[in-house]
T-cell receptor, first 115, second 111 residues
Framework: GAVVSQHPSRVICKSGTSVKIECRSLDFQATTMFWYRQFPKQSLMLMATSNEGSKATYEQGVEKDKFLINHASLTLSTLTVTSAHPEDSSFYIC???????????FGPGTRLTVT | GQQLNQSPQSMFIQEGEDVSMNCTSSSIFNTWLWYKQDPGEGPVLLIALYKAGELTSNGRLTAQFGITRKDSFLNISASIPSDVGIYFCAGSSGGYQKVTFGIGTKLQVIP
């Protein structure tokens, strides 16, 4: 149980384009999903917290107009990187929390490369 | 904000040896979580701790929630090559609050 999937696993895009990453909880209802960014050899940095049916809460320094988050259902959250630039290249990981539980379960991550 | 200090940052051990790593916080946590991350993958939850003093095992892994609520440790007994990876501690001040992650401990096991 507690399986989280992400799609795509890898994406290469050109500078200026937008990329959408999907995060799905496969066997539980995720009332809350989290989006993290991880640079090589570094820890996970929380970008935003999204609750189903409401606006995401962004961490300080994260541009909400650049990183659009939608959590339209209890099993799906999406992160759209708009007008991507090379500095947005990173490993993006989502996590989901089951209703009534405290643990976060992570997806396998998405490697974004902006050329 | 909350800060987590995780140590050691890296370690090399011989297969079969026991391993210990710990995390300390600048503030009180009510939940401690330990994750393992393999290269290019998302973290996998190993152990979750909810009570001060709690000692929990998962196979060869044992973790404890410190009495002061500001620290936790993870022990791995009889290490094997597949234990290689980066181990992260994570804590939160409340059940549904966001978690803060440590910087990770990179473990390498020499066969």
């Amino acid at each position: 149980g507690a399986v989280v999937s992400q799609h795509p696993s890898r994406v290469i895009c050109k500078s200026g384009t937008s990329v959408k990453i999907e995060c799905r909880s496969l066997d539980f209802q995720a009332t809350t999903m989290f989006w993290y960014r991880q640079f090589p050899k570094q820890s996970l940095m929380l970008m935003a917290t999204s609750n189903e049916g409401s606006k995401a809460t962004y961490e300080q320094g994260v541009e909400k107009d650049k990183f659009l988050i939608n959590h339209a259902s209890l099993t799906l959250s999406t992160l759209t990187v708009t007008s991507a630039h090379p500095e947005d290249s990173s490993f993006y990981i989502c996590s989901a929390r089951d209703r009534g539980r405290y643990e976060q379960y992570f997806g396998p991550g998405t490697r974004l490369t902006v050329t | 904000g909350q800060q987590l200090n995780q140590s050691p940052q890296s370690m090399f051990i011989q297969e079969g040896e026991d391993v210990s790593m710990n995390c300390t916080s600048s503030s009180i946590f009510n939940t401690w979580l330990w994750y393992k991350q393999d290269p290019g993958e998302g973290p996998v939850l190993l152990i979750a701790l909810y009570k001060a003093g709690e000692l929990t095992s998962n196979g060869r892994l044992t973790a404890q929630f410190g009495i002061t609520r500001k620290d936790s440790f993870l022990n791995i007994s009889a290490s094997i090559p597949s234990d290689v990876g980066i181990y992260f501690c994570a804590g939160s001040s409340g059940g549904y609050q966001k978690v803060t992650f440590g910087i990770g401990t990179k473990l390498q096991v020499i066969p």
